[in-house]
């Protein structure tokens, strides 16, 4: 019998610790939209905007320099253009892309240590409860 009233005794101690003030506001759990923070990221836009610039004038070289070249040629000439193109993308994507979503992160980190969240997810991964940071997030980038 005793066994049982230590039993109990230390469990409701622990409820009573839960309900601490401070201790329930500690603990939380958020989520963010995250395909929305990188559309409203400036260093994520620039970066896809270089991307497509750096594509776009690499078909315009490949179209001028083929006008005149048989197929065999046309072909190396691609391949070159194709590895030029993923060396740019390479150089794009260690110098605009990675930063940006560094900074992402830190937003996210920022924003759910402001607001007690311990946790945090992409929100087509969340199906109830929680704190929704996206617009807060966005707030921290611009």
């Known amino acids: 019998m005793t066994?049982?009233?230590?039993?109990?005794?230390?469990?409701?101690?622990?409820?009573?610790?839960?309900?601490?003030?401070?201790?329930?506001?500690?603990?939380?759990?958020?989520?963010?939209?995250?395909?929305?923070?990188?559309?409203?990221?400036?260093?994520?836009?620039?970066?896809?905007?270089?991307?497509?610039?750096?594509?776009?004038?690499?078909?315009?070289?490949?179209?001028?320099?083929?006008?005149?070249?048989?197929?065999?040629?046309?072909?190396?000439?691609l391949a070159k253009l194709q590895k030029d193109l993923q060396m740019r993308q390479e150089a794009i994507q260690r110098s605009k892309v990675v930063p940006a979503l560094q900074k992402i992160q830190a937003a996210i980190e920022a924003a759910a240590k402001k607001n007690g969240i311990d946790f945090v997810v992409q929100e087509s991964a969340w199906l109830y409860g929680g704190k929704d940071l996206t617009q807060e997030v966005i707030d921290r980038l611009k």
Not at 9 to 30: F, K, R, T
């Open 3 to 77: 066994h049982w009233k230590k039993l109990l005794v230390s469990g409701a101690c622990a409820a009573g610790m839960l309900m601490l003030p401070g201790a329930a506001a500690a603990a939380g759990n958020g989520f963010v939209n995250y395909a929305a923070v990188l559309q409203e990221s400036p260093e994520f836009a620039q970066a896809q905007r270089e991307m497509v610039s750096a594509q776009q004038a690499l078909q315009q070289q490949f179209d001028t320099r083929s006008e005149n070249m048989n197929d065999r040629q046309k072909q190396e000439l």
